[in-house]
């Protein structure tokens, strides 16, 4: 059996990249999410075990000592990681693996896993993520600063990735991103 690859989607935040991936597993077959370990709460309408695995920090940290997580990174304050074990398993059973991860994140899968396949999806301007972080309202303008500045970092990276996808159209934007997977899958 053909193994499956590893398609990971970054982002600044606010740039539509949760939107873009629930879309793309609807639409897409053999596709499986990574639901992320997070330290931190969640949103209004997020759940645990479907939008992320919210855990203690010390819970967290003792996943990474005993080698359970890919990749983990520290994100304004709260801790991100990728679980290892469901990824290996669905690699094994022949399915693809959508991970919506950082920057720094998918620069660890790629040295882990050579074959992955990066995505970063871009936003039209940084006053249009401006604009979309405060109308998601859920950070105040302090934490939208911090992201901001966050942002114009992660696009400082985006010559790191195999694909960039504007978001200045969500439906389009979607688009490309299945048929980058299509392209890739049929190589």
Not at 1 to 9: L, S, T
Not at 91 to 99: Q, S, W, Y
Not at 109 to 131: A, D, G, T
Request: one cysteine or more; proline letters at 5%.
């Amino acid at each position: 059996m053909k193994k499956g690859r590893i398609f990971v989607i970054s982002a600044p935040s606010g740039s539509g990249k949760t939107t873009i991936c629930k879309k793309v597993l609807e639409q897409v077959k053999n596709i499986t999410p990574s639901v992320s370990f997070t330290t931190r709460s969640p949103r209004k309408g997020e759940k645990n075990k479907e939008d992320y695995h919210y855990l203690p920090e010390k819970e967290f940290k003792e996943e990474v000592r005993r080698d359970n997580v890919l990749e983990w990174e520290e994100n304004f304050g709260y801790l991100y990681g990728t679980p290892k074990r469901p990824v290996l398993e669905k690699l094994e059973e022949g399915k693809d693996v959508l991970l919506s991860i950082d920057v720094k994140g998918a620069r660890e899968i790629k040295k882990k896993f050579p074959k992955s396949i990066l995505i970063f999806i871009k936003p039209p301007s940084i006053e249009e993520l401006r604009r979309r972080l405060k109308v998601r309202n859920t950070d105040d303008e302090n934490e939208i600063a911090k992201r901001l500045e966050f942002a114009k970092d992660e696009l400082s990276h985006i010559r790191e990735y195999d694909y960039v996808v504007a978001n200045d159209e969500l439906t389009r934007a979607v688009r490309e991103v299945i048929s980058i997977i299509e392209t890739e899958r049929s190589n």
